[in-house]
């Protein structure tokens, strides 16, 4: 089954104390992203990857880190947690090779309370 | 860059009833345009898409209509069902494809039965 799986989903932590949140998908899919949904707001996009070794800033990177060493996997490391961060968070994946029909796929979500 | 603006942000309507969601964006250079439904404890999942060089898609009960003078687009979905609840999300995007999308806000859809 074609999906994009995250870990974890629930995650409550301490300020100040390093995080990582795993996202992999099996779709052989070049296009990673991570958004961030916040009531009110909508999704925002946090930082994205065209392909492995390649991620770029999305509309609110700060205070998140990303890395893309395998096609499958692309992690969101919070370093220094804060309260702020507290949020529903989305890995989504799409196949760059074909832009014209691609779709978004999206991930169960992680609910992260930084206390 | 991009602002997409979303309206209303709760719409309860009653069984068999049409819905209509509107989104407004900013940047006239936007050229693709999805919507999003998200069931409470999941991902959001695309539902319908259109492009800018189409004025309405159709897909059974859901439509998509794109007015590229006005810079608006709404989704339309008619004779609604208790298993059309949910949170829809408008997006658009400058890149012609799914990637960096900038969303609307939500818009929570209460069908009653």
């Known amino acids: 089954e074609a999906q994009v799986t995250q870990n974890p989903r629930y995650l409550i932590t301490v300020t100040g104390k390093k995080l990582t949140v795993t996202c992999s998908q099996n779709m052989n899919h070049e296009y990673m992203s991570w958004y961030r949904q916040d009531p009110g707001l909508g999704l925002r996009q946090i930082y994205y990857s065209m392909n492995v070794e390649v991620t770029d800033k999305g509309d609110v990177p700060e205070g998140y880190k990303v890395s893309r060493k395998e096609k499958r996997n692309f992690p969101l490391i919070l370093e220094s947690p804060s309260p702020n961060q507290t949020s529903l968070y989305f890995c989504a994946s799409s196949d760059q090779a074909r832009p014209s029909t691609d779709t978004q796929y999206f991930g169960p979500g992680t609910r992260l309370t930084v206390l | 860059g991009e602002n997409v603006e979303q309206h209303p942000s709760t719409l309860s309507v009653q069984e068999g009833d049409s819905a209509v969601i509107k989104c407004t964006y900013s940047d006239s250079a936007s050229n693709y345009f999805p919507w999003y439904k998200q069931e409470l404890g999941k991902g959001p999942q695309l539902i319908i898409d259109?492009?800018?060089?189409?004025g309405e898609k159709k897909d059974q009960r859901i439509a998509v209509t794109l007015n590229k003078t006005a810079k608006h687009f709404s989704l339309h979905i008619t004779e609604t069902q208790p298993e059309d609840s949910a949170v829809y999300f408008c997006?658009?995007?400058?890149?012609?494809?799914?990637?960096?999308?900038?969303f609307g806000s939500g818009t929570q859809l209460t069908v009653l039965p």
């Open positions: 997006a658009a995007s400058l890149s012609g494809s799914a990637r960096q999308l900038t």
């Open positions: 259109i492009r800018s060089n189409v």
